[in-house]
């Protein structure tokens, strides 16, 4: 008798077992306050990516639009 799929079970079910999490639930702690939010912080940061990010995206995706506006603006083909 083959014994191959019982084995391949016992094996994956140690496998399952050893990535199973001890707490599956978060527990808030007791003796310490949660860190503060440094909104100041992000907002400046989003800002100097957004100001990074509109302007590339804007010629990555929008230079077909300007060559065709620059080849019917000369009269090209």
Known sequence: M???PRLF????KRTARAFKEE?????YPKNTRAQPVHAKFFIQRL???AGMYV???TMFFGWPFFGKYIITKTGGP
């Open 47 to 49: 800002g100097r990516t």
């Open 9 to 12: 079970n016992a094996i994956m």
């Open 2 to 4: 083959n014994n191959t």
């Open 55 to 57: 302007p590339i995206m």
């Open 23 to 27: 707490h599956p639930f978060f527990i």
